[in-house]
């Protein structure tokens, strides 16, 4: 009977605590309401921008008024401005004050509607982010530690209530990362190139290639110099570039005993870095854009970010240094651990170590009697990357109209929709991988089918990640997180040190949010205007003024950049975990010292001698050569602990075998 009792009564109170989980919070407002959605979370005391989505579009002159509540006194009144297409209304640099639930009642022509908001401290706002990274590093469960990251801003979102956030965290935040195209897009591209590897490598693609490279580059110096050069080769997109050259390397750098850390290490770091600073790319139209939308006197887009990039120290410099290593044979820090374990052992991941790439695609290697022939790989690879250029160059003119005839190939690439592109390669690649095996004959119609389906199997793991990585980042834009970081800072930056500070600041964001392009899309429309009101006020020289002007733009793009490199939530840090089959705790541990060195190196020698006006290649030439008698005097071979024979003696001698 007691238990009976105990159960009934713990039904009533789990009954009484999940009825408000269940119910939509953001309950749907009457036909006649206006507004569509509005923020359910602000930060108090701090200025954000504030906006609401309306039902249906409102004629431009039309005055749209918020009135802050706090109990029956009005304490706030403010116009908002209709954007372009009349169905959003902005509200910029609101501050609301207190704490706790509040009215804003907002009238809208004849309406009058009221809303309540939870007014949170801006100090809450990091606390996701950094317990999931903490997390991370303290058990190594990535997708534990996201998922608690997750909750708990969901937690301050939701009326502070467990129950609620629990369930809203499923039907809500998650759900909402999966609605964006956009995530879409990268996930089916993810999968679909996922599945062109696992064709390629049951019809010995991967084998042959290993075996063409390794008549060229028969050692780990050579292997690591050949994926940098790769690298470099597909500049014009971040994913496209991480994806490809992890899946494509992965096979040879394994045979020649070259840690996934490693790897990882390369393929991050000429993946975002090229891309951000080549003229041809799916980057320049969001860089140019953020630019052009300030309207700036006498500043263009396009000229300001050629005229930026040698101020651009941190990609510049992390490339470089991944040269250097690969040619030195030096590593230092827990990458030096990875390189010794793997030389000395064979082991190319820690014991504790769960790669994201599954074990199913290591198990379909290619069986005895299927030749190894390199084109096999390398035809759908060309494939993609032949598919995406000229793609890009098709979608853009599409999508500049008439105004395509004219324009030069670096706005042709900008105004292309890269992902939709990027879907348009993938699927090709699919296609013609599996059409080249069945037209040698080398595998089966079912067998093909079953490569394509473990290939996509395998990329599981990391598409959980990225989803949750994703709902991370909706939840620090909810939050306002990039706002409360530059609003707590913005009282640091001076015109001299202004380039230096604006590079740490966007590196926190970046590394708060994982998101480079966020970063960019916060700290832009304020610190460039910014940038040009320091210089004029502190009245610098026209040569001093534009030099921070300039550094300022870089280090936007620099520091956003270094964030997201560091940061383990970051998206394109997790897919270069998961194209090098890399644990990805591990991948960003051994990652971060190197991404330290060139960091703190772009700070101390490039952005602060450029608020004085210091020349950008001055301070380049300075950095580069530092970071190579760093490397020189600090550094270890890791071949010198080996315990095996050198991999000049035994690479590329014997065939490839099936595992």
């Known amino acids: 009977m007691s238990i009976r009792f105990l159960l009934g009564g713990l039904l009533v109170i789990t009954s009484v605590l999940a009825v408000p989980a269940f119910a939509d919070v953001s309950t749907a407002p009457p036909t006649a309401d206006p507004i569509r959605s509005c923020p359910s979370v602000a930060l108090s005391d701090i200025p954000i921008d504030f906006e609401i989505t309306l039902n249906q579009p409102l004629p431009v002159e039309t005055p749209v008024v918020l009135e802050y509540m706090s109990g029956h006194e009005r304490i706030l009144k403010r116009t908002g401005a209709i954007t372009s297409d009349r169905f959003h209304v902005l509200f910029t640099d609101l501050v609301l004050s207190g704490t706790g639930r509040e009215a804003l009642v907002f009238t809208i022509g004849e309406a ?55 369930y809203r965290l499923a039907d809500t935040v998650i759900i909402g990362a999966l609605n964006d195209i956009d995530h879409l897009m990268i996930l089916v591209f993810s999968l679909m190139l996922g599945g062109m590897v696992g064709i390629i490598s049951r019809a010995g ?16 110096r050579s292997a690591q110099t050949a994926t940098w050069f790769m690298g470099l080769l597909i500049f014009f ?8 050259v992890g899946n494509t390397m992965r096979a040879f750098t394994d045979r020649l005993k070259i840690s996934r850390e490693k790897l990882s290490y390369i393929v991050d770091s000429t993946a975002a870095p090229v891309t951000c600073i080549a ?35 941190y990609p510049f410099l992390a490339i470089l240094m991944v040269l250097f290593i690969a040619t030195l044979q030096r590593d230092f820090g827990p990458m030096l651990q990875a390189e010794q374990r793997a030389r000395s052992t064979g082991k190319l991941l820690a014991d504790t170590a769960v790669p994201l790439v599954d074990d199913e695609l290591n198990a379909i290697a290619a069986a005895d009697d299927v030749p190894p022939r390199w084109y096999n790989a390398v035809i759908p690879i060309v494939t993609v990357i032949v598919v995406i250029i000229v793609g890009l160059y098709i979608d853009g003119r599409a999508a500049l109209g008439t105004a395509g005839s004219d324009a030069s190939l670096s706005n042709i690439f900008g105004a292309a929709n890269s992902l939709k592109v990027l879907m348009w390669g993938s ?15 080398l595998l089966d ?8 389906l473990t290939g996509l199997k395998s990329m599981t793991i990391a598409m959980i990640i990225l989803v ?32 230096l500070m604006t590079f740490v600041i966007a590196a926190f964001i970046g590394f708060a949010t994982g998101t480079s392009w966020g970063t960019m899309g916060i700290l832009v429309p304020i610190v460039l205007p910014l940038s040009l009101q320091l210089a004029e006020v502190q009245g610098l020289p026209g040569i001093i003024a534009e030099s921070v002007f300039l550094s300022t733009v870089a280090a936007v793009l620099s520091g956003s950049v270094f964030g997201d490199h560091c940061s383990p939530i970051s998206d394109t840090t997790i897919m270069s975990s998961m194209a090098s089959g890399s644990d990805h705790i591990d991948h960003v541990r051994t990652q971060l010292p190197y991404a330290a060195l060139a960091g703190v190196t772009a700070c101390i020698m490039g952005y602060l001698p450029a608020g004085y006006g210091i020349p950008p290649l001055i301070s380049l030439a300075i950095s580069v050569t530092f970071l190579f008698i760093f490397l020189k005097l600090f550094g270890k071979d890791p071949g010198a602990f080996s315990l095996q024979p050198p991999a000049e003696e035994t690479a590329g001698l014997t065939p490839p075998m099936a595992e």
């Open 112 to 166: 009058r509607i009221q809303r309540e908001i939870e007014l949170i401290p801006g100090i809450l706002t990091i606390l996701p982010s950094l317990l999931a990274i903490f997390l991370a590093f303290i058990t190594r469960q990535v997708i534990l530690s996201l998922l608690v990251g997750v909750w708990l801003g969901a937690f301050f979102i939701y009326d502070f209530n467990p129950i609620t956030s629990f």
């Open 205 to 220: 693609g991967t084998y042959g290639i290993v075996n063409l490279v390794a008549r060229y580059a028969r050692t780990p």
């Open 237 to 244: 997109d971040d994913y496209s570039n991480t994806l490809l």
């Open 279 to 313: 003229v041809i790319t799916t980057w320049i139209g969001t860089e140019i854009g953020l630019i052009n939308d300030l309207n700036l006197p006498s500043v263009d887009g396009f000229h300001t970010f050629i005229s930026a990039l040698p101020y651009n120290f």
């Open 427 to 441: 699927f090709t690649g699919v296609f013609v991988a599996a059409g080249l095996v069945l037209v040698q004959r």
């Open 445 to 452: 119609l079912r067998t093909v089918v079953e490569s394509w």
């Open 468 to 499: 949750l990585a994703w709902s991370l980042t909706s939840i620090c834009m909810e939050l306002k997180t990039a706002s409360f970081v530059a609003f707590i800072t913005k009282d640091l930056l001076s015109a001299h040190l202004l380039p």
